[in-house]
């Protein structure tokens, strides 16, 4: 049977009109699949974004907030630190609890360290420091005087503690190991003895401490004037690694730094007068001189010994504070 002109236009108009339906069917469940592949795809792209960014040594935090409980009906003392580069003086006032808070700080500067300082100097250093702690309101028993163990290790150091015994002062001497455990004492704060560890990067030597139970151990390496022994930055920096490698890993997630190089670091990244700044990667600092060379060696061999990615560096603390508050 031979189709007439109109039936063949009729079955055509039939497959559009079937076709028409099918496609309104269908096309819409496939716009729907590529919306949710799309939002799949997204959501993975988040996931992974966030894993990234769990593991990137730079995802560190960039400051540091926590306030220290304040002293109640707190009482003023005075410390006088001998360091291996200088005096350093500190007031505080401390109640029954152990809070403090700082009072007054000096930074003072000695060439004592490097042999060339005369007993006049250390005279005239220490009457200063003692006169303004008396005139601050700190009783005079109250005023004690801490040597470093990095200062007493360098024999014009004696010519101090001779000054200070013609004055009737005690003078104080420390291990390293107890200036390592009078630091966390001072710059821990209540609440992170489990996630983090204390590191003292002083002229003389170097401080690493950390709560282990109700125990504080402390051992100590270079300090960042090693180059005066023509010490080369190699053995420097294996030994401080080895060391850092001690840390238990569960402490490493902060580490709180105080001393010399540490406190140059953190005023290139201070932003008003926070008491806490977090410190930046050794790359992101400028090595102006041998000092400032060999603490960031020190300072990087740290990060790289432990894997800790925060540092905070407390403007407050000082190992003899944590002097004061063991008496």
């Given at each position: ?7 063949k236009?009729?079955i055509?108009l039939?497959?559009?009109v079937?076709?028409f339906?099918?496609?309104k069917?269908?096309l819409?469940?496939?716009?729907t699949?590529?919306?949710?592949a799309e939002k799949i ?12 960014n769990?593991?990137n ?7 540091f ?6 002293p109640?009906?707190g009482?003023l003392k005075g410390?006088?630190e001998?360091?291996a580069?200088g005096?350093?003086s500190?007031?505080i006032?401390i109640?029954k ?11 003072g500067?000695?060439?004592v ?8 100097d250390?005279r005239?250093?220490l ?6 702690m ?7 028993k109250e005023?004690?005087f801490?040597v470093s163990?990095?200062a ?6 004696q ?5 200070l015994?013609?004055?009737?002062y005690f ?5 390293p190991?107890?200036?390592a455990q009078l630091?966390?004492k001072?710059?821990?704060?209540k609440?992170f003895?489990?996630?983090a560890?204390?590191v003292d990067?002083g002229?003389g030597n170097t401080?690493?401490s950390?709560?282990?139970?109700n ?5 100590e390496t270079?300090?960042?004037?090693y180059?005066?022994?023509?010490t080369p930055d190699d053995e420097?920096?294996t030994?401080?690694?080895e060391?850092?490698?001690t840390?238990?890993a569960?402490k490493?997630e902060y580490?709180f ?5 540490p406190?140059e ?5 201070r932003?008003?007068?926070?008491r806490?700044?977090v410190?930046k ?5 400028k090595a102006?001189?041998a000092?400032m ?7 990087k061999?740290i990060?790289?010994?432990t894997?800790?990615k925060?540092f905070?560096f407390?403007?407050h603390a000082?190992f003899t504070?944590g002097?004061?508050?063991t008496?």
């Amino acid at each position: 049977m031979k189709l007439t002109t109109l039936s063949k236009i009729l079955i055509v108009l039939a497959l559009m009109v079937v076709l028409f339906f099918v496609f309104k069917k269908y096309l819409p469940k496939t716009e729907t699949a590529d919306a949710e592949a799309e939002k799949i795809e997204n959501t993975e792209n988040v996931q992974t974004d966030e894993a990234i960014n769990a593991i990137n040594p730079d995802a560190a935090i960039k400051s540091f907030e926590f306030t220290p409980e304040a002293p109640v009906n707190g009482k003023l003392k005075g410390v006088v630190e001998l360091g291996a580069a200088g005096f350093n003086s500190f007031i505080i006032r401390i109640d029954k609890n152990k809070n403090w808070t700082l009072e007054k700080a000096e930074f003072g500067n000695s060439l004592v360290y490097d042999g060339m300082a005369t007993n006049e100097d250390v005279r005239n250093g220490l009457k200063k420091y003692i006169s303004g702690m008396l005139d601050f309101g700190v009783p005079g028993k109250e005023i004690h005087f801490v040597v470093s163990s990095g200062a007493k290790s360098v024999p014009a150091t004696q010519m101090i503690i001779d000054e200070l015994k013609k004055m009737k002062y005690f003078v104080n001497e420390v291990t390293p190991e107890k200036e390592a455990q009078l630091a966390l004492k001072s710059v821990l704060p209540k609440g992170f003895e489990t996630n983090a560890f204390v590191v003292d990067i002083g002229s003389g030597n170097t401080k690493i401490s950390w709560m282990e139970g109700n125990k504080i151990i402390g051992k100590e390496t270079f300090g960042a004037k090693y180059y005066n022994n023509n010490t080369p930055d190699d053995e420097v920096a294996t030994k401080v690694k080895e060391i850092s490698k001690t840390v238990p890993a569960d402490k490493t997630e902060y580490c709180f730094i105080i001393g010399g190089i540490p406190f140059e670091l953190a005023k290139q990244g201070r932003e008003g007068e926070e008491r806490y700044t977090v410190l930046k990667n050794p790359g992101e600092y400028k090595a102006e001189g041998a000092k400032m060379k060999s603490g960031l060696n020190i300072y990087k061999n740290i990060i790289e010994g432990t894997g800790c990615k925060t540092f905070v560096f407390d403007w407050h603390a000082n190992f003899t504070i944590g002097f004061l508050l063991t008496l």
